[in-house]
């Protein structure tokens, strides 16, 4: 049961970011994106790390997907996306070479067998237990600093969009916009 | 049997996807997107190699660059929509403004 899930899982997964990179619509990139990171999800569960899957689900599909689609309010997102394409080829070298150099690079002290459990699981402890005990006893530290840093990142997104709320780009035709521009 | 390496090959495949999306796209939302694919095939190999070693810490890096992606979003939108009301686009041709 648990290699057809992977299976299915995995090819799910490549078709929908695949769709993701590909598309030229703004909101279908979007929802596959979503999709994809729902199934992510799943291969955590498949994996034992339920905590790190409701995690995904909350933060990445709640969160992150639902800061994505309010941004998407401020662009124009019916129109495909037009981009210029110089030489796709060397695109899919390029990203398909580094991406590759970057896995054996990582993978080099795994497969040396040198790779040691420095916090095994609690014996008797679930998931969500074991996990809480090492992240709120070795990890104190660093979990407080990635506290402060949303904090920051918060404020930073407050500032950042807040700025000139009350000029509406897309409420303006093209010389009231050009106004703008002017006095900017 | 599912082992270890069956992951990593997903990872690393999902790694390759988007760094082509990141280096083929030219409008910034959709550049985020494929940063996003990034930090979750790595995502995926952490918990892999935190489950077939039994070890905690690959599940704690997880959560971190979930912390980053999370932050990384807020700001890069903020930014995001600030250059949009000031340029009117989010293209990065267009942004090409240093001439030489």
Known sequence: MIPFAFYLFAILITGLFLVTVMSKNVLYAMTSLAAGMVLI??????????????????VYVGAVMAVYAF?????????????????????????GGIAVTLVVIFAAPIMGETVHAL????AGATNPQAVGLVLFTKYLLPFEVASVMLLVAMIAGIILAGKKMEISLSAMDEDMIADTKEHA | MITMNHYLILSGILFAI??????RRKNLLMLFFATEIMLNAANIAFAAVSSYYHDLT??????????????????????LILLYKKYGTINIDDFTIMKG
């Open chain 2, 18 to 23: 988007g760094l082509v999306g990141v280096v």
């Open chain 1, 71 to 95: 941004a998407m309010m401020f662009f124009d997102v019916t129109r495909d996306v037009e981009e210029r394409h110089d030489k796709p080829w060397l695109v899919f070298l390029l990203g």
């Open chain 2, 58 to 79: 690959g599940q704690m890096f997880a959560f971190f660059i979930i912390a980053v992606a999370a932050s990384e979003v807020a700001v890069g939108l903020g930014l």
């Open chain 1, 119 to 122: 916090y095994p699981p609690v």
């Open chain 1, 41 to 58: 999800s799943g291969l955590f569960f498949i994996l034992g790390a339920d905590f790190l899957g409701v995690v995904q689900l909350i």
